[in-house]
Each structure stands twice: as structure tokens, then as C-alpha cells.
Antibody, heavy 120, light 112 residues
Framework: QLQLQESGPGVVRPAEPLSLSCSVS??????????WAWFRQPPGKGPEWVAT???????NYNPSLNSRVTISVDTSKNQFSLNLNSVTAADTAIYYC????????????WGQGALVTVSP | DIVMTQSPLSLPVTPGEPASISCRSS???????????VDWYLQKPGQSPHLLIY???NRASGVPDRFSGSGSGTDFTLKISRVEAEDVGVYYC?????????FGQGTRLEIK
């Protein structure tokens, strides 16, 4: 059974970097049938797509995050990660990792989410 | 960015009655392969979003057949034929045609 589990620091100070990981179990992160993505959802708001990484290594990022964000994969650990630099209070959100199924081009499985609060 | 606009934003429904949510995009979501790249997600209280419908009208695995999606171009609809108590939550449409993938504002379905 597929499981995606986010892990992160919980609280990050302003201007510091944020690093999140998503551990994948029940599927190989190297599969060419899927890509892997991050979303975030600020309190009381809707979801926002952040980034996607494909098996080829190709990445897509939300331009709203400018050049602050990087997504990467560690196949040896079957996990992928998100790094976000220079965080501000606006980055406070629940961060979700998700699988993008290429056949159907949909995000068919999501993790439970990890709350990240940016606070001094 | 493609803007997705949903209506209504709040939807009170009596159990057993039908419900309909509209989603309009700021540009056509029709891909050259003939598919319209709209998905529908439901976020139940305290949970992560989960996929209901992909490519406009395809139900995801395990989704009851009382859910259906339709539309083309810029106008899309999610219909629930008979609402049940377990359907409460916020429904989002999302365009998957081009990054940045964008969501509608969400429609909160509540039981009367």
C-alpha cells in the first residue's frame, strides 16, 4: 500500500532555510510512470502547487516562489525533498507531498501533510 | 497563470439531494491530445486533499459513481447525484494543463 510521509522542522525562523522530506513506501520513486510533487496550504486557504520533479530529473517550479525553492530526489532512500530559502511568515503552511500519475496527469496520492510555522 | 473560478463558494445540501459545482478557467484547458486538463479534489475536514475526478470526467479509484464530472474548454462541472453525509468538505477544481498548476477558491459543501 502506497504511503507518503512528510517530515520537517515544525518551526523555522524568518530568513532561514526550510527543508522537508517525503518518504515513499509501497512504490519505487524511480518509476517512470510517476512524478513527485510538493504543495502547500496556508491556514484557512486553498492548496498551492509548489514544485514537481520527474524521473528524468526535469523540474517545474511555481514562479511565485522565484528562485527560493529546490526539489530533489534521493533514490537510495526512496524519498524526495523540498528546500525553500529565506522563509517569511507567508511561508507558514501545511506542506503536502504528492504523487503525480503521468497516465491521467493527476495527483493521485497525497501525504498527510506537515505543518511548518515561520516564527522568530 | 491560469485563473480558476468556482461557484458557489458555499453549498448547503439536504442528504439525498443532488449538488453541482461550477468551475471556470481563464483560458481553454483543452490539450492537443483532446483531453481537458481539469481535476477535482475533495478535502475533508482535517485531511489532505484527495483525487475525485481527473481529466474532466474520469473517476479516481474507489470514488463512488454518484460523482461525475463534465465540461470542455473553459467551463467544467462536478455533480453529485445524491449527497451523503460523508461528502462534506471543500471541493477544489485544479488545472493540470500547464505549470503553475492552479486551484479554484474551493466550494464548501455542508449538510443541511
Amino acid at each position: 500500500q502506497l504511503q507518503l510521509q512528510e517530515s520537517g522542522p515544525g518551526v523555522v525562523r524568518p530568513a532561514e532555510p526550510l527543508s522537508l522530506s517525503c518518504s515513499v513506501s509501497g512504490a519505487s520513486i524511480s518509476s517512470s510512470n510517476y512524478a513527485w510533487a510538493w504543495f502547500r496550504q496556508p491556514p484557512g486557504k486553498g492548496p498551492e502547487w509548489v514544485a514537481t520533479i520527474y524521473n528524468s530529473g526535469r523540474t517545474n517550479y511555481n514562479p511565485s516562489l522565484n528562485s527560493r525553492v529546490t526539489i530533489s530526489v534521493d533514490t537510495s532512500k526512496n524519498q524526495f525533498s523540498l528546500n525553500l530559502n529565506s522563509v517569511t511568515a507567508a511561508d507558514t503552511a501545511i506542506y503536502y507531498c504528492a504523487r503525480r500519475r503521468l497516465a491521467g496527469t493527476c495527483f493521485d496520492f497525497w501525504g498527510q501533510g506537515a505543518l511548518v510555522t515561520v516564527s522568530p | 497563470d491560469i485563473v480558476m473560478t468556482q461557484s458557489p463558494l458555499s453549498l448547503p445540501v439536504t442528504p439525498g439531494e443532488p449538488a453541482s459545482i461550477s468551475c471556470r478557467s481563464s483560458q481553454s484547458l483543452l490539450h492537443s491530445n483532446g483531453h481537458n486538463y481539469v481535476d477535482w479534489y475533495l478535502q475533508k475536514p482535517g485531511q489532505s486533499p484527495h483525487l475525485l475526478i481527473y481529466l474532466t470526467s474520469n473517476r479516481a479509484s474507489g470514488v463512488p459513481d454518484r460523482f461525475s464530472g463534465s465540461g470542455s474548454g473553459t467551463d467544467f462541472t462536478l455533480k453529485i447525484s445524491r449527497v451523503e453525509a460523508e461528502d462534506v468538505g471543500v471541493y477544489y477544481c485544479m488545472q493540470g494543463l500547464q505549470p503553475p498548476y492552479t486551484f479554484g477558491q474551493g466550494t464548501r459543501l455542508e449538510i443541511k
